[in-house]
């Protein structure tokens, strides 16, 4: 479609943060919509935002909408649901943030869309496999937030013990953007030095541990996390946007397992290009099944 327009479907906390993160960087994106089922709030946060595109770094044009508005565009991205509260798992929110997806999608689809989805809402896993279903495009054109939070959590946490930049860091979160996510220490590096010869066996299980736990740290404290996602999310709208070809863990359908979760994944115009094909450790390979089960479990208590 190639307008680089997109739709954020919810103006929460993360939708409104994603528009900002947006437009506060040199960004591939010419147009926004916000479109919210609190209509109101939608029209708000666009006001809000026009009001700093005189200082903005790039000019993108924002206006509030409605789900017609997703014909044109080359992404719609769902941050929509049920927000999760504290003590609650990102699974306690399945059933009814999977009623609210349909709806949504089934508009979306109605409206002619025939862009890329980008699944933000948790748990974002299983709500990235049924817009692929709901939608029925192709599973390329389907992505979700995926472990990109979790992977850049995990490469900030390194690069603090190492002291070195995070984007010198290679290491990447993979599986269920949850619980029971997993580290793929066997495979990360710095300069193509092994993780695993810098740091501890003791000290790695403590950063796993810490970025797995985090969010519900975060939400402990303040409520909701969102400038992370946001900002991970504008990445990836960059990426797909400008074709980078960039790999991000991503939430994808892998067809072995017929589930979505998050994976190193080659992303760019098309969306998928291609999941990329590791050689896990055994022990790496177990967890990771675990986590796939995980999801599996989650997606047949789901009943249409």
């Known amino acids: 479609m190639d307008n680089n327009k997109i739709m954020i479907v919810g103006t929460g906390n993360v939708g409104a943060s994603i528009a900002f993160a947006l437009i506060n960087q040199r960004t591939a994106v010419n147009e926004i919509v916000l479109t919210d089922i609190i209509a109101k709030d939608a029209e708000g946060e666009a006001m809000d935002l026009c009001d700093a595109l005189a200082v903005a770094p790039s000019y993108v044009k924002i206006k509030n909408g409605t789900y017609k508005d997703a014909k044109d565009c080359d992404v719609v991205v769902i941050t929509a649901g049920a927000a999760q509260k504290p003590g609650e798992t990102r699974m306690d929110l399945l059933k009814k943030n999977v009623n609210i997806l349909k709806g949504m999608i089934d508009q979306i689809m109605a409206s002619g869309f025939d862009g890329i989805f980008l699944v933000v809402t948790n748990p974002m896993d299983v ?149 990329l094909d590791l050689q896990l450790s055994e022990k790496e390979g177990i967890s990771l099944q675990k986590s796939i089960n995980t999801l599996k479990q989650a997606i047949k208590i789901i009943k249409f």
């Not at 991503?250 to 979505?260: Q, Y």
Request: glycine letters at 8%; proline letters at 3%.
């Open 127 to 275: 709500m990235t496999y049924f817009t692929m279903k709901f939608s029925g495009l192709p599973a390329e054109r389907v992505i979700g937030s995926g472990t990109v939070l979790d992977s850049a959590r995990l490469r900030a946490r390194i690069a603090g013990y190492l002291d070195v930049n995070p984007k010198s860091v290679h290491a990447h979160q993979i599986g269920e953007h949850g619980d029971s996510e997993l580290t793929l220490w066997s495979l990360a590096d710095i300069g193509g030095q092994p993780i695993t010869k810098l740091l501890p066996a003791k000290v790695r299980k403590d950063i796993s541990d810490f970025v797995k736990n985090e969010a519900y740290d975060i939400i402990d404290k303040k409520g909701a996390t969102y400038y992370g996602i946001a900002t991970c999310v504008a990445a990836i709208l960059n990426c797909i946007l400008n074709d980078e070809h960039r790999v991000l863990a991503v939430s994808s359908h892998d067809h072995f397992s017929d589930t979505c979760f998050g994976w190193p994944t080659v992303i760019g115009r098309q969306g998928v290009i291609r999941r």
